[in-house]
T-cell receptor, first 113, second 113 residues
């Protein structure tokens, strides 16, 4: 298995909702990442997990809450989002932090209404 | 994070080679040069990476200048499926550094039939 799987592919949520994005990989990678991508812009790094511990938070607002329950799973919990948070959310993994190439998922297209 | 400079866009004809340039004049000794591409409606895809020597894989070749201040991604025979945004990224894996993958604006490659 050489893929990163993200679910759901599309999500529409209200500003008072709570939802979660899920990311899964079975490549034995020990580093996992969340990126946010607005239309026609490059991906922006949000969080880095290394060996299931949060290593980097790029000053992301607390309405985004990451979680890494085990080495194969990465979640992004969403609460009280704003319309400007609408974007493509990408998950990626790599063998370890700092080495090798990243494998990206296809992303979750999030719309906040 | 060391920066890269790429042309905003390039055009190529199908079945011809494509040379995508990248300038990184402030590169440090521990910066790896990574290339990713992003096809429409997909997550970024790892293409190739290198440190000092030229690198080849099944997707492309990476030519690195002797002073490492520039590099060129070479697609040997462009196809319509190669139309994408190509990102050249410096990734610092030196001691104490995070090895973050930070995307710049990239080059949008159009391939004409």
């Amino acid at each position: 298995d050489t893929e990163v799987t993200q679910t759901p592919k599309h999500l529409v949520m209200g500003m008072t909702n709570k939802k979660s994005l899920k990311c899964e990989q079975h490549m034995g990678h020990r580093a996992m990442y969340w990126y946010k991508q607005k239309a026609k812009k490059p991906p922006e790094l949000m969080f880095v997990y290394s060996y299931e511990k949060l290593s980097i938070n790029e000053s992301v607002p607390s309405r985004f809450s990451p979680e890494c329950p085990n080495s194969s799973l990465l979640n992004l919990h969403l609460h009280a989002l704003q319309p400007e948070d609408s974007a493509l959310y990408l998950c990626a993994s790599s063998q370890s932090w700092g080495l090798g190439g990243y494998t990206f998922g296809s992303g979750t297209r999030l719309t906040v209404v | 994070d060391a920066k890269t400079t790429q042309p905003n866009s390039m055009e190529s004809n199908e079945e011809e080679p494509v040379h995508l340039p990248c300038n990184h004049s402030t590169i440090s000794g521990t910066d790896y040069i990574h290339w990713y591409r992003q096809l429409p409606s997909q997550g970024p895809e790892y293409v190739i990476h290198g440190l000092t020597s030229n690198v080849n894989n099944r997707m492309a070749s990476l030519a690195i200048a002797e002073d490492r201040k520039s590099s060129t991604l070479i697609l040997h025979r462009a196809t319509l499926r190669d139309a994408a945004v190509y990102y050249c990224i410096l990734r610092d894996v030196g001691s104490g550094n995070t090895g973050k993958l930070i995307f710049g604006q990239g080059t949008t490659l159009q391939v004409k039939p």
